[in-house]
């Protein structure tokens, strides 16, 4: 089993900055790809970026160029760094991974943290 934290979340005016965490516990050595999706009111869930262990970065094109994706594997720890932030990014954010197990693969998601872009 794998648990994700996520935290970080709140308020903020456009064009100002936040940054969510998400701390992984459990059987942590099979991870590799940890990633953050976001759902909006009313959208379906969406990915935002994607980390693996050795630090290879993927960004959805809305966020490219704002969002910043890392990763303290001492620490168990991915974070997501959102810049110039607009009205649309508004959205609870989700952590995910996955495990393979015996061929069969595992998903896990966090519990979500509410970001929210308003004036």
């Known amino acids: 089993q794998v648990q994700l934290v996520e935290s970080g979340g709140g308020l903020v005016q456009p064009g100002g900055s936040l940054s969510v965490s998400c701390v992984a516990s459990?059987?942590?050595?099979?991870?590799?790809?940890v990633g953050w999706y976001r759902q909006a009111p009313g959208q379906q869930r969406e990915q935002v970026a994607g980390?693996?262990?050795?630090?290879?970065?993927n960004y959805a094109d809305s966020v490219k160029g704002r969002f910043t994706i890392s990763r303290d594997n001492a620490k168990n720890t991915v974070y997501l760094q959102m810049n110039s932030l607009k009205p649309e990014d508004t959205a609870v954010y989700y952590c995910?991974?996955?495990?393979?197990?015996?061929?069969?693969?595992?998903?896990?998601w966090g519990q979500g943290t509410q970001v929210t872009v308003s004036s």
């Open positions: 995910y991974t996955y495990v393979w197990r015996a061929s069969a693969r595992y998903d896990y």
């Open positions: 980390i693996t262990k050795g630090g290879s970065t």
């Open positions: 459990g059987d942590i050595s099979r991870i590799n790809t």
